[in-house]
């Protein structure tokens, strides 16, 4: 049974400690979203993202923003 896709923003990052760093972060500000995969439609340096559903965007780069996380990408495409 295939799975329904659904429009994420995913945000990508040139290292894993900054991938961690977003994770760290978004759990203890109870922010949604979860650490995956890169998707293969894009390429980031350290093989993780971060992916949320779009209306987090605004929560998640205010966050990104306020504790100077470094990310390489933003995309919003079907996951």
Do not use: H
Not at 4 to 15: A, I, L
Not at 38 to 56: D, H, N, R, T
């Amino acid at each position: 049974m295939a799975r329904n896709k659904k429009m994420k923003v995913v945000y990508t990052f040139p290292s894993t400690v900054q991938a961690l760093r977003m994770e760290q972060c978004c759990k203890q500000e109870e922010l949604d979203g979860r650490l995956i995969p890169v998707p293969k439609q894009i390429s980031a340096g350290c093989g993780m993202a971060w992916a949320a559903l779009p209306e987090a965007r605004v929560s998640l780069e205010e966050m990104i923003s306020r504790e100077a996380i470094e990310v390489e990408g933003v995309y919003e495409f079907l996951l």
